[in-house]
């Protein structure tokens, strides 16, 4: 009866962690850090005529299409020298956003 309890406790307690580190895993998402390990090797150098990140004029007019185009154009890719997902093939979309606001963050 004892052993019972304790088992269930056990099960009860892997449970709760499975979903507490399942959350955690969503919320250690880092954009900046994503950013410096993908997109940084051309935003961040001005390879292949990308907009550098830190060019506010570049990116005030580039905004002018809007967020939600800047961020599909980072899903899709752009004129074949933006690469769909910005090689982040790991990336959810909500996560390319965070990187494209956190782009457009350090670029003002
Ligand atoms: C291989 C180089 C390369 C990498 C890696 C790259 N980009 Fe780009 N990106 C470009 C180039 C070049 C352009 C300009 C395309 C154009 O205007 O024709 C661009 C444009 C963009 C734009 C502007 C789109 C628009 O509509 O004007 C965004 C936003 C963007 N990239 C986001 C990202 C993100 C986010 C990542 C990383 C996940 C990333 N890029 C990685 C080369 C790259």
Redesign the pocket.
């Known amino acids: 009866m004892k052993l019972s309890i304790t088992l269930k406790n056990l099960m009860f307690c892997s449970l709760l962690f499975c979903i507490s580190s399942a959350f955690s895993e969503e919320d250690k998402f880092d954009a900046a850090q994503?950013?410096k390990t993908?997109?940084f090797?051309?935003?961040g150098t001005g390879?292949?005529?990308?907009?550098e990140v830190g060019d506010v004029i570049e990116w005030e007019i580039?905004l002018e299409?809007g967020l939600d185009?800047?961020v599909k154009?980072?899903i899709n890719g752009?004129?074949g020298?933006?690469?769909p997902?910005?090689?982040?093939v790991d990336?959810s979309d909500a996560q390319?956003k965070a990187?494209?606001e956190y782009?457009l963050e350090s670029s003002q």
């Open positions: 994503t950013y993908t997109c090797a051309c935003h390879a292949a005529h990308s907009p580039r299409k185009t800047l154009n980072s752009l004129n020298i933006m690469p997902r910005g090689l982040c990336c390319l990187i494209v782009m």
